[in-house]
């Protein structure tokens, strides 16, 4: 019982924080690894955003109002296309998160359960 449910954490650790149920069962090489990776993905994503997002979008001097009234045109057919590529640098950044997750939370447990 005890064992299972130390293999269930390892896994869930994992899951939640990338690694972290490496981590846990002592095997801090992996556990960095996934921890890096998930560090990689994030600093792609935040770059290709920022580089994708259109320039008027990123303009700092913007008040709430002047802001809102610019992303509100940005919901045309016409100006849409302007976005989709920071959208789906986000969409695919979710996607390559999720499948990592998924990966290390099931190495997590393998991990886990070899320790006991």
């Known amino acids: 019982m ?7 954490h390892a896994g869930m650790s994992s899951f ?3 690694g972290a149920g490496q981590f846990m ?3 801090a090489g992996a556990g960095a690894l996934h921890l ?3 560090f990689l993905i994030a600093g792609a994503a935040i770059a290709g955003m920022w580089y994708l997002t259109p320039a008027d979008l990123m303009e700092h001097t913007l008040t709430w109002s002047q802001r809102h009234t610019l992303v509100v045109s940005y919901m045309t057919p016409e100006r849409s296309v302007d ?3 920071a959208a789906g640098v986000a969409a695919g950044t979710r996607a390559a998160v999720s499948v990592l997750a998924s990966i290390d939370a099931r190495e997590g447990q393998s991990g886990a359960a070899i320790v006991n």
Do not use: D, N, R, W
Not at 2 to 8: A, F, P, R, T
């Open 36 to 38: 890096g990776a998930e």
């Open 2 to 8: 005890q064992e299972s449910l130390y293999i269930c």
């Open 83 to 85: 976005v989709l590529p």
């Open 16 to 18: 939640m924080i990338p």
């Open 25 to 27: 069962t002592g095997q």
